[in-house]
């Protein structure tokens, strides 16, 4: 029943800055948590960050922390990941996912791929130098 999908993507040059919907549509979510991941190509599934859509508690990657934000729309069932001064190895294909199966009290589980039940398609992330 339950869809993810993500939006925003783009071919954009070092330094620029997009942002990234994730709409989850198709049933109701109780005290869920949103996730951005990406993948390069050849590269593991990398974890980005995650918002709980109740509490609004977030965990970012090292990586990432300090260059893309996440926020979420209650009303909306929709979280955002604003990116900001993007290098040319942030170029991906950026997942989102929700996770409802389970409410973690340790936000770190929501790192773990496995924790979440339902993936969106992904948008591509192409950076250019």
């Known amino acids: 029943q339950a869809q993810v999908v993500e939006s925003g993507g783009g071919l954009v040059q070092a330094g620029d800055s997009l942002r990234l919907s994730c709409a989850a549509s198709?049933?109701?979510?109780?005290?869920?948590?949103m996730g951005w991941f990406r993948q390069a190509p050849g590269k593991d599934r990398e974890f980005l960050g995650v918002?709980?859509?109740?509490?609004?508690?977030?965990l970012y990657e090292d990586s990432v922390k300090g260059r893309f934000t996440i926020s979420r729309d209650i009303a909306k069932n929709t979280v955002y990941l604003q990116m900001n001064s993007l290098k040319p190895e942030d170029t991906a294909l950026y997942y989102c996912a929700a996770a409802f199966r389970r409410q973690y009290s340790d936000i770190t589980q929501y790192t773990v791929p496995s924790n979440y039940d339902y993936w969106g398609q992904g948008t591509q992330v192409t950076v250019t130098s």
């Open positions: 198709g049933r109701t979510f109780i005290h869920y948590a």
């Open positions: 918002i709980t859509m109740s509490a609004g508690n977030i």
